[in-house]
């Protein structure tokens, strides 16, 4: 049709800082074919990050002090709400960690679709975060073959780098 717009699908990409967020980045051509935001935790390198990418930021929450990592969490928990409702994404798309695991079930929770990219560092043990997405997301990817044996219904998608 002549005038007419095709609407792009809004992808929401999460992950923590660290490995993540750079396994996270590897997919960058991805950006350029849907309507994107990332989301990963507030530091002095992802605020550079932030000039040349759509980025917003939950608070860094190591969990190294569980009394303050609980309550990190917890005003993550309601932020990643905050962020749901103004980006409105049609899929998720994450390589964890703890940060993105609340995103991953409010999409579900509103029948938007989950992408799960376990982590590249993980060759013979699943993450936490893996293991409590993997039941909910509609897509889940491993990076080495031998983690099949723990996430069964996966993909094989070998290496992102």
């Known amino acids: 049709m002549k005038g007419s717009t095709v609407k792009r699908k809004k992808v929401l990409f999460i992950s923590s800082l660290g490995g993540h967020l750079t396994q996270l980045l590897q997919l960058k051509p991805l950006f ?3 309507e994107y935001h990332i989301i990963t935790e507030k530091s002095i390198i992802t605020e550079d990050l932030s000039k040349q990418y759509h980025m917003s930021f939950l608070m860094y929450g190591a969990r190294n002090y569980l009394f303050k990592y609980i309550f990190k969490f917890s005003f993550n ?4 709400f905050y962020y749901f409702f103004r980006v409105k994404p049609d899929v998720i798309v994450t390589t964890g960690a703890h940060t993105a695991v609340p995103m991953c079930y409010i999409a579900k929770l509103f029948k938007k679709k989950v992408i799960f990219i376990e982590s590249f560092a993980k060759t013979s043990t699943p993450t936490m ?3 409590l997405v993997y039941p909910i997301a ?3 990817i491993v990076q080495w073959q031998e983690m099949k044996k723990h996430y069964p219904n996966a993909v094989y998608g070998g290496s992102i780098y």
């Open 32 to 34: 350029e074919e849907y």
């Open 77 to 80: 928990i309601i932020k990643s």
């Open 129 to 131: 975060s893996g293991k």
């Open 138 to 140: 509609d897509l889940f």
